[in-house]
């Protein structure tokens, strides 16, 4: 978290200089490791606690509100996933995460493409979540406004088993089961969850299971590998759709009608084994080779008109990918003397693949008055889609006197898009193959000076950048077959200062301005026949603040704040559609707009008392501002607060460990919109939030 110059007499009234404990966690998202506390970057090390202690265990945004510059909103809707932004990038998406790079034990779950999702992430298992914000994100390649990785906990002697359960409110229910523990030179750490929801709204009802699994092996004194699974299984979540603003005012639990006759939903099933090998022949040096393969298959039933889904250049209604995925990263680490000062490089290739088969169907059979809807029709749409990114990084690190160090380094990425048609329309729309090469390099640089053993102050400055997904080349605005391969990488230039204070284990905070100049900005150029085409805009800017403090009040009180102040506004005036079956754009979208989905404010803030065995409780709270749904602005969900309470009981006996919590969300009953659909060509641009809610569990763990 993040934290004001105004909070000096917080630090003043401390009585301990020294750093604080909680700086002995290690980071690596920088593939430095280190004390976030030494980096000259935005970089928070969540907890695995903060997701699966006293929450479902389900959601990410459940422990990353108190993460400053990271906003994190559940839909409500299990068919869309989470919706995942950091500094404003990732806000425009209309499902799943885009603009930031998912990692689940140092492998991709974000595509070559950029586009990704946070559904197999098993937070039962986690030892730490770290969000990177800011120029260094720029080093994972294409689409990194940021970075969120997490991270499942080493295994340890003696064993350890674990279970837990919660449940509440809209028939949701969690349960999980696993095992951790050592034996000779292996370690392992194993977990299986079970969820399942009726839904806060109509037509919402979800279920899925995960499982997700580690097993460390020692070779001697200098070889380590670590065998990595993970398996998800969503097999029917039900899509309620976002609401028109009159729809959500009237009744924001229902689902529109279309989502009922088009049954609207999405299967996904998802298998992924990995191995890391690290070897290190001495002191000075290491070697790490990662290698990944995996297989998703996703089904998509959608809500476009039979009259729509008709004439022959349609894809039909109904979205089925099956994906084949893998990749590898190798990397080498040298710690050396540079001027008699420590001095560190990292070099490394990367190498990411995605073969996607993608095929269209109709979501109907038959015609006119005897139309079936909801069920798969014609075969409509066949291609091979292939993407895949050969990328070369350095990065450096050296600490030049006592109280200065520098960190820099550079990432050149080619990310090559090809696409074989194998489903002629018709005379008039043949094959439409092609391929479009995508090349950038995204140099990073930054300063630290460490004034005082409690203040150290940083600087950065890098750019990045971001190519079109396929789901945003997969169509083209004149309506004819083939992917948009005129489309070009965003491209950006982003620079950070900011101050981290400690004071002993009282307090800590951070503080960090930041600016963001975007040019070729993605944007939506078309709404016609049910979906959506993209342009390039001119020019967009991301400016802003982010502050935030932890500290202890009394012995057993903690307060945590968080604020983001995020100005993101579009520098250079462009056209887009803003009404259903817009094949031009002719909706002016004025400078000074701002951009969709961001709002300018968020506030969070906590009180706790507790810790250990025995009772612990907690107030909670959180302020978000208006959130333009569109471009031009004319459409705004409008701001709200949340309040929430928690507490339970610790047990802390010789073998077991048993912890239980209840807790009550929403406390006020507040009516707000939980997420947006930017630039929703139907203008169903809101997802409600849930009303008020009720959830109590319990976790075990025996201890041998």
């Not at 699974?229 to 603003?245: C, E, F, R």
């Not at 084994?273 to 080779?289: C, D, I, K, M, T």
């Not at 995204?442 to 997904?469: D, E, I, K, N």
Request: glycine share 10%.
């Amino acid at each position: 978290p993040s934290c004001s110059g105004m909070l000096a007499a917080c630090f003043a009234a401390a009585a301990d200089p020294a750093p604080s404990q909680l700086d002995t966690v290690t980071v690596t998202a920088t593939r430095m490791a280190d004390a976030p506390y030494n980096v000259p970057a935005s970089i928070d090390p969540v907890p695995g606690a903060a997701f699966h202690d006293d929450t479902l265990a389900v959601n990410l945004s459940e422990g990353l509100s108190a993460t400053p510059g990271l906003l994190d909103r559940n839909r409500q809707d299990y068919a869309q996933d989470e919706q995942l932004s950091i500094r404003g990038f990732g806000a425009n998406s209309t499902f799943g995460v885009l603009g930031v790079r998912l990692y689940v034990d140092d492998i991709p779950a974000t595509q070559p493409d950029g586009q990704g999702s946070s559904t197999n992430f098993n937070l039962a298992s986690a030892e730490r979540v770290e969000v990177l914000r800011g120029p260094f994100s720029a080093l994972y390649g294409n689409s990194a406004g940021g970075v969120v990785a997490i991270y499942t906990a080493p295994g340890s002697a003696p064993l350890l088993l674990s279970g837990g359960a919660a449940g509440g409110s809209y028939g949701t229910y969690r349960a999980d089961i696993g095992a951790s523990g050592a034996q000779g030179n292996a370690a392992y750490d194993l977990d299986f969850t079970h969820f399942h929801t009726d839904g806060y709204r109509q037509h919402s009802s979800a279920d899925r299971e995960s499982f997700n699994g580690k097993l460390d092996l020692q070779f001697g004194a200098h070889s380590h590998l670590s065998l990595l699974g993970n398996v998800l299984s969503a097999p029917d979540v039900h899509d309620p759709m976002g609401l028109t603003p009159a729809l959500f005012e009237a009744d924001p639990r229902q689902a529109v009608a279309s989502a009922s006759s088009f049954n609207t939903h999405k299967s996904a099933e998802q298998d992924q084994l990995g191995a890391v090998y690290e070897y290190q022949p001495s002191q000075s040096q290491s070697f790490r080779v990662l290698a990944y393969l995996g297989e998703r298959q996703i089904t998509q039933y959608l809500s476009i008109p039979v009259s729509s889904q008709s004439p022959p250049p349609s894809p039909g209604g109904i979205i089925n990918l099956s994906n084949r995925y893998g990749g590898s990263d190798a990397r080498w680490t040298w710690h050396t003397q540079l001027a008699q000062r420590p001095f560190s490089v990292v070099a490394g290739l990367s190498f990411d693949d995605l073969r996607e088969h993608r095929r269209g169907f109709d979501n109907f059979t038959g015609s006119g008055a005897s139309a079936r809807t909801g069920v798969e029709g014609t075969e409509r749409r066949n291609e091979i889609d292939t993407v895949y990114n050969l990328d070369q990084y350095l990065e450096a690190n050296w600490e030049f006197t006592q109280r200065w160090s520098a960190l820099a380094g550079v990432r050149r990425s080619q990310v090559d898009f090809d696409s074989a048609d194998l489903f002629p329309v018709d005379a008039q729309h043949p094959h439409t193959s092609g391929s479009v090469s995508y090349v950038a390099a995204t140099p990073v640089a930054g300063l630290m000076f460490r004034a005082a053993p409690w203040a150290h102050f940083y600087a950065s400055y890098g750019s990045g950048f971001q190519t079109p997904s396929l789901d945003q080349l997969a169509y083209q605005p004149n309506n004819a077959p083939g992917l948009n391969f005129g489309l070009q990488p965003e491209r950006s230039g982003s620079g950070e200062a900011g101050a981290k204070l400690r004071l002993g284990e009282r307090a800590q905070a951070e503080f960090a301005v930041f600016d963001t100049s975007t040019r070729n900005e993605l944007v939506v150029d078309t709404n016609a026949d049910g979906r959506s085409t993209y342009q390039n805009a001119g020019r967009t800017r991301r400016e802003g603040l982010e502050a935030g403090l932890q500290t202890r009040i009394a012995r057993d009180w903690k307060l945590q704040l968080a604020y983001t102040y995020l100005d993101a506004t579009v520098r250079d005036p462009y056209l887009t559609c803003s009404s259903p079956g817009c094949a031009t754009p002719v909706v002016p979208v004025a400078a000074g707009n701002r951009l969709p989905g961001v709002p300018e404010s968020d506030a969070y803030a906590a009180l706790r008392w507790g810790g250990g065995a025995g009772w612990h409780a907690a107030l909670n709270g959180q302020y978000l501002s208006k959130v333009p749904a569109n471009d031009n602005n004319a459409v705004s969900a409008p701001d709200y607060g949340l309040l929430g309470i928690d507490a339970g009981y610790v047990f802390d006996l010789p073998n077991w460990h048993i912890r239980t919590f209840a807790r009550l969300d929403n406390l006020l009953d507040t009516r707000y919109v939980g997420a947006i659909s930017v630039n929703d060509g139907n203008g169903r641009f809101y997802y409600p939030g849930s009303g008020r809610s009720v959830l109590a569990g319990v976790n075990v763990d025996w201890k041998e």
